[in-house]
């Protein structure tokens, strides 16, 4: 990294503005309210360095894929942002859902049976209820998580009648080489049609197409961040 840590920090402020600018542009064009629409500044891999400017230029949600990573970088950052709120958006382990469930505001990843007992069990036992969406793997992508298209419904119904889960919308992760349009409109039929009302869907490369499709939460990373250095 050639980069000095002060003019990084500068970019990364820079690029948050443009992002918020162009979720605001892309809602007015779908005539939708930009304040309908939650920016999840997606940090994994990045330390806390380049996560502080992003907190001081007032960004609250953030996004991390691993339990251990959040657990390592965040508690003392939330400390001096309290207002700050974590989305966990990677796949969720059971033997790691009372960490989550400590840790996060919202999982966006639960997709199996298992992880909803897990999770209904933590929540009845602790105080804490993060906000819950289901990942539908929307392009059948044999490496990718998420519960298949066809098996969404039942599972919906299972989380809310079996487990008592508040679900409060669907989220999913387009195949990288397709046009992401038409999985973001899948993904909203299928949430129109169980009655859920948010959706997250929208990365770096293809949020204003999901918010002309209805997207509630866009989770960006390199478009703020910029490349991750590590996979
Ligand atoms: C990494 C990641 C993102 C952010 O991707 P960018 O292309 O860097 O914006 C969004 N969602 C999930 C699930 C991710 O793992």
């Known amino acids: 990294m050639t980069q000095t840590d002060s003019s990084r920090q500068a970019d ?14 892309a809602a007015q064009a779908a005539g939708r ?18 996560v502080l400017p992003a907190l001081v230029a007032g960004q609250c949600d953030f996004g991390e894929n691993r339990v ?12 001096n942002f309290p207002e700050c709120r974590l989305h966990l958006i990677g796949p969720l382990q059971t033997n790691k859902v009372r960490e989550a469930v400590t840790l996060f505001d919202a999982i966006h990843t639960l997709d199996r049976e298992r992880l909803a007992r897990r999770l ?19 392009g059948l992508e044999p490496q990718k998580a998420g519960v ?7 599972f919906i119904a299972q989380c809310r009648v079996e487990f008592g889960l508040n679900i409060c919308g669907l989220m999913c992760i387009p195949p990288a080489q397709e046009n992401a349009s038409p999985h973001f409109k899948f993904l909203a039929e299928i949430a ?22 209805g997207a509630t939460h866009v989770r ?10 590590q996979r």
Not at 220 to 229: K, P, T, V, Y
Request: proline share 5%.
């Open 12 to 25: 990364i402020t820079a690029n948050l503005a443009a992002v918020r600018a162009r979720i605001a542009a």
């Open 33 to 50: 309210d930009p304040a309908s629409i939650t920016l999840i500044a997606v940090s994994k891999f990045h330390n806390a360095e380049a």
């Open 68 to 79: 251990q990573e959040a657990a390592a970088k965040w508690p003392p950052l939330c400390e």
């Open 120 to 138: 209904a069990d933590e929540i009845t036992a602790s105080a804490k209820s993060p906000a819950l969406f289901v990942q539908v793997n929307t």
């Open 148 to 154: 298949a298209p066809k098996d969404a419904d039942r």
């Open 192 to 213: 129109a049609r169980n009655g859920l009302r948010q959706l997250s869907m929208g990365m770096s490369d293809d949020f204003e197409a999901a918010i002309a499709h």
């Open 220 to 229: 960006i990373g390199s478009a703020i961040f910029g490349a991750r250095s």
